[in-house]
């Protein structure tokens, strides 16, 4: 009994240290801030892969820059001194083609001058802070291998709207039966 006991009990510590072992890369160090109803976190410094997988794990990704509006709230909450921080855009899948990893439609672009590089290298971008002032908030396509902060964003799952969505149906299929 009690060498089943221990042999359970050391099964249960490799399986917590493994899974510890596991945690994800880039901790947390700013937010939840709220913006036009979505959350954002700002991660410390990363790679953008581990920024990212950071970023699933709190039920976002690094964040979609959709208007001018959402790169100036990012650039001025969390972009602040001259640090870089990772937004989502990448061209990883294919060459030169930008694509957020939120898998939403490009609607807004915002490169310095120059950029992006045709560089099968550069993959993954980066939001240049607010210092210096010139390129403020601009985008810059960088190396995988770079460790910048980064910018998640998070949009809340519409769980008041379904259930709205079950009551109306619900009212329905009762109005049908009568
Ligand atoms: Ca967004
Ligand atoms: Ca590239």
Redesign the pocket.
């Known amino acids: 009994m009690r060498i089943l006991l221990v042999s359970v009990l050391s099964v249960f510590s490799f399986i917590v240290l493994f899974s510890t072992s596991s945690a994800s890369a880039a901790s947390i160090i700013g937010g939840p801030v709220s913006y036009s109803g979505h959350i954002y976190y700002k991660l410390d410094t990363a790679t953008w892969s581990e920024a990212e997988a950071t970023a699933v794990t709190l039920g976002g990704h690094l964040a979609t820059v959709n208007d001018a509006a959402e790169n100036q709230f990012i650039l001025d909450t969390f972009a602040t001194g001259t640090n870089s921080v990772w937004i989502g855009l990448n061209?990883a899948a294919e060459?030169?083609t930008w694509e957020w990893v939120s898998t939403e439609d490009v609607t807004y672009e915002n490169w310095a001058p120059d950029e992006?590089r045709v560089?099968?290298s550069?993959?993954y971008v980066a939001m240049l802070p607010l210092s210096p002032p010139a390129t403020a908030g601009q985008w810059d396509?960088e190396y995988s291998s770079n460790v910048r902060f980064a910018v998640v964003e998070v949009v809340p799952e519409p769980s008041t709207a379904i259930l709205l969505g079950f009551g109306l149906l619900g009212l329905g299929a009762r109005r049908r039966k009568n």
């Open positions: 061209d060459e030169g992006p560089n099968p550069a993959n396509d």
